[in-house]
């Protein structure tokens, strides 16, 4: 029923940007809550940003003034924009949505499956 499908990702150098997508069906991003997550191989799954069901955004201290997570309500689509990429931000980064809000916990019931980021230096 619902389904979270990111694209967007890909190969770039320190400093660079990417854009990633996360396209929703069978759910709204309009009254539910949704976010971006990330792992890298060796470490555990964490809150990259998030929106909550009212709009109100939350951000991990690593990403605060880099990112920006910003949705479509009209296309059911959710955006992260990265800039000034580092060797760091490397990991497979997952969209998630619930209708709770978790904030940046890794508790949210529906996933995507992944894309790949990859910052060399």
């Known amino acids: 029923q619902v389904r979270l499908v990111e694209s967007g990702g890909g190969s770039v150098q320190t400093g660079g940007s990417l854009t990633l997508s996360c396209a929703a069906s069978?759910?709204?991003?309009?009254?539910?809550?949704v976010g971006w997550f990330r792992q890298a191989p060796g470490k555990e799954r964490e809150g990259v940003a998030t929106?909550?069901?009212?709009?109100?955004?939350r951000y991990a201290d690593s990403v605060k003034g880099r990112f920006t997570i910003s949705k479509d309500n009209a296309k059911n689509t959710l955006y992260l924009q990265m800039n000034d990429l580092k060797p760091e931000d490397t990991a497979m980064y997952y969209c998630?949505?619930?209708?709770?809000?978790?904030?940046?916990?890794?508790?949210?019931?529906?996933w995507g499956q992944g894309t790949q980021v990859t910052v060399s230096s």
């Open positions: 929106y909550d069901e009212v709009g109100i955004t």
């Open positions: 998630a949505a619930d209708r709770l809000d978790y904030g940046l916990k890794d508790l949210y019931k529906y």
């Open positions: 069978g759910y709204t991003y309009t009254t539910d809550c």
